[in-house]
């Protein structure tokens, strides 16, 4: 307490001598000085005595200069990370360059959760969401040995649920792509979350059901399907026959041709099957009855769009329906046809609700990539090579808008212009229905009257 006091003493000498000597250099005399010195020491007292209490925080109270650099890096967020890292090109390598810089920005992670949520999103848009190795490297964001419970309470309660919540949407995405986690996420999972936590758990059920499910598709559909028209449409058309034996047939090659006056015209593919079977049922058709083009119809291969064509007949009437001989030797694997007869009790059924639609036979499938009348006109010339029936059957074309017709009027749709030459056509057609109407209208009356 000695030391103290004398302390404040010494201090309290210095703040006199220079309130001394600024007083001496303002031209104020030093009689006035010394009078006032008793009253100096007592407030230089109690001035010291707050300042010997004060914090060091207090003294750092004032507010330092920020600089704009800071400000930004602080402000960043992990999408736009993303977006200044991979300003050229969107690939694995500047995706993994992505994680490397939020890595070796923070030792504790900070952000760790957020960070994680953006690159699931992002990883899309740079080619890597089925990419194994990327997602382990994603998994090895999360610290290591910090979200493990130490006891059955921690565990009981869910130890970090953000975190084990984060953990369980990365092995979603996996599960959704289709792909399978391998021992080093395993090992990543123990690291982070502990052995018994809902990622572990997680990753047991997809290690249970994956191989059970891998392989128990019989169509399965490869991951890169050709970037070729004829090849995709080829692809497809085996996908869609119901026959194996069915024979796809490439009508014509995608090309270019300059016509006499200069115009450069680009013709379309033209690839389509057909299998013995529905060649026997067009060599069996009425000549009298027309044959139909019907189309486009949708197939979906994955993210891929494809459209296809079908000639077909309506369905035959039950009056002129011939039921074939049965043949025995046609399959010697299992019958087709079992003749028992069984003993039934009253209380059984006959009669069972069955609705039964006959569609009408299918003679052929087509992929053109553009599905005009004129195209199409072509794909029946080259059916006629090997079905000669179609030359004295009619054939009428029941066709709707075409794929780019579809695209070119969802365009218009969303800019709202419209185009004077579909309403002109729209017009005309309904001047032309309206006498086939009236017709109708007064055939009708007629029979009314007459019944």
Known sequence: MKCVRCLLRLRSLRLVGQSARSAARCGAPLQSASSAQPSVLHQSQQQVLRHFHASPACAKSQPEPVDNEKRDKSLITDDDLFERVAKDARTKATFNKVLDVFIKRDIRRRGHVEFIYAALKKMPEFGVERDLAVYNKLLDVFPKEVFVPRNYIQRMFNHYPRQQECGVQLLEQMENYGIMPNMETKVLLVQIFGEKSHPIRKYQRIMYWFPKFKHINPFPIPHQLPEDPVDLARFSLTRIANDLDAKVTVYQLPCTDVTVSGEEITLPHIVGTQSSSQMELLAKHNP????????????????????????????????????????????????????????????????????????????????????????????????????????????????????????????????????????????????????????????????????
């Open 288 to 451: 009298s009855r027309p044959v139909f083009v019907e189309g486009p119809f949708p197939l979906w291969l994955r993210k891929t769009c494809v459209h296809y064509y079908i000639l077909r007949a309506d369905p035959i009437p039950p009056d002129e329906k011939v039921e074939e001989p049965y043949d025995p030797e046609r399959c010697l694997d299992y019958p087709l046809q079992l003749d028992l007869d069984l003993d039934r009790d009253l209380g059984d059924e006959e009669s069972f609700d069955v609705e039964e639609l006959d569609e009408g036979p299918v003679f052929a499938l087509c992929m053109t990539s553009q599905g005009d009348q004129a195209t199409l006109n072509q794909w029946i010339s080259g059916l006629q090579q090997n079905n000669p029936i179609l030359g004295q059957v009619p054939t009428l074309f029941r066709l709707d808008a075409g794929p780019r017709e579809l695209q070119e009027s969802a365009a218009t749709e969303s800019g709202h212009s419209h185009r004077p030459e579909a309403e002109t056509i729209k017009e005309e057609s309904r001047h032309e229905e309206e006498p086939e109407v009236i017709v109708e209208e007064e055939l009708r009356r007629s029979q009314g009257i007459k019944q």
